[in-house]
């Protein structure tokens, strides 16, 4: 049976949060988390595409591929590999005919306005911004992962998310 790139989605969208959360929690830092997990699904990728590879179940070869992702990553010896376009490749082709690039480009923008804002607030608020709405970790679990207590981690989302909206609804 040949692979396809929506198998591959299929498999990506129901095992990026479980994923996500589980190397948050690992390496406490969002940036590292990202990086991690883009070596990880692009070397899945590359290995699901091939006809010979089995994987019975991909969200356990994942988390296992993160472990061992993990392992480099804590001996500082992590290397991230860089996507070269063939020459014949052109990226602007790549994207689909039925994407309206205007919304897509305004909901970007829109995103990184408030993104930008986010980063401006204090490292305890934007690390729990981040696991809450990026991670989608509940209160009790941001709880546990910096030691406050869950009213102080709602305390801190309600005033943010109440800042942002002063900023954004002038």
């Known amino acids: 049976m040949k692979r396809t790139e929506a198998d591959f989605e299929t498999i990506y969208h129901a ?14 830092r969002f940036e590292d988390a990202q990086d991690l997990l883009q070596e990880i ?11 010979e590879s089995t994987i019975e179940n991909p969200q356990a070869y994942l988390l296992r591929m993160a472990e061992h992702e993990l392992g480099r990553y804590y001996q500082g010896k992590s290397q991230f590999n860089i996507v070269d ?11 689909a005919d039925d994407v309206d690039l205007d919304t897509e480009v305004l909901n970007h923008l829109s995103t990184e306005l ?13 690390s729990i911004l981040i696991a809450r709405f990026r991670f989608d970790l509940d209160y009790p679990e941001i709880a546990e992962l910096f030691a406050m207590p ?4 709602k ?3 309600y005033k943010a998310i109440n800042q942002l909206k002063q ?3 002038k």
Request: charged share 30%.
């Open 15 to 28: 095992t990026y949060p479980v994923l996500s959360r589980y190397l948050f929690r690992k390496t406490r």
């Open 41 to 51: 699904y692009f070397a899945f990728y590359r290995l699901y595409l091939k006809e």
């Open 85 to 95: 376009f063939d020459s014949e490749d052109n990226p602007i082709e790549m994207v």
């Open 114 to 126: 408030i993104w930008q804002e986010i980063q401006r607030m204090d490292e305890p608020v934007l």
């Open 150 to 153: 869950v009213t102080t981690i």
């Open 155 to 157: 305390s801190k989302v």
């Open 167 to 169: 900023k954004f609804n």
